[in-house]
């Protein structure tokens, strides 16, 4: 093949890249509900099963932190409520009345997407482990290094591949 044909392929290749706009496919992307519905699932998993935030660390609340216990998560008090309600008390759930877990939404921006909830009353449980609200809201909001790497592999990548196919057969 002669070198202005490989040329002149490598420059249609070149337009087909700056027609394709790959923040307008991720914007896509994660404006699906499922894909939002995924990632929170993702964090209320987190917190249920292993109560940790984004930096795998245990959320233990600030009077069983005062207690010295370093196998406590809550309080005497606290346990003593949640196994009256047959709630589990061998983690941090943040999940008492379930009202955070149904507060969770997707917010997609054109260049972000977030998850937003009602922190009401909860950060005063925690305020000795993080140094402020918003500290503690993207620690339990964000997800782990693994968590994100599954999240992008098993319900964004796919995803993406559709939607760039779909486009590059419009071309």
Do not use: C, H, W
Not at 36 to 51: E, N, P, S, V
Not at 70 to 86: G, M, P, Q, W
Not at 133 to 149: C, H, S, V
């Amino acid at each position: 093949m002669p070198l202005t044909e490989i040329n002149k392929k490598i420059s249609n290749l070149k337009n087909v890249f700056t027609i394709l706009n790959f923040e307008s496919i991720l914007f896509e992307v994660f404006k699906m509900k499922e894909n939002q519905d995924g990632y929170i699932k993702i964090i209320q998993d987190r917190l249920f099963f292993k109560g940790t935030d984004s930096f795998e660390d245990k959320l233990s609340t600030d009077k069983a932190n005062r207690s010295g216990n370093a196998s406590d998560f809550y309080s005497d008090y606290t346990v003593k409520l949640k196994k009256e309600k047959n709630q589990k008390t061998s983690n941090v759930t943040l999940k008492d009345s379930g009202k955070f877990y149904k507060s969770m939404q997707g917010l997609v921006s054109k260049n972000e997407f977030e998850v937003n909830a009602d922190f009401k009353d909860i950060f005063d449980n925690f305020s000795q482990s993080y140094s402020n609200n918003k500290e503690f809201q993207e620690a339990i909001l964000d997800l782990t290094e693994m968590e994100r790497y599954a999240f992008l592999q098993v319900e964004i990548l796919p995803d993406f591949i559709t939607i760039l196919k779909r486009q590059l057969t419009n071309i």
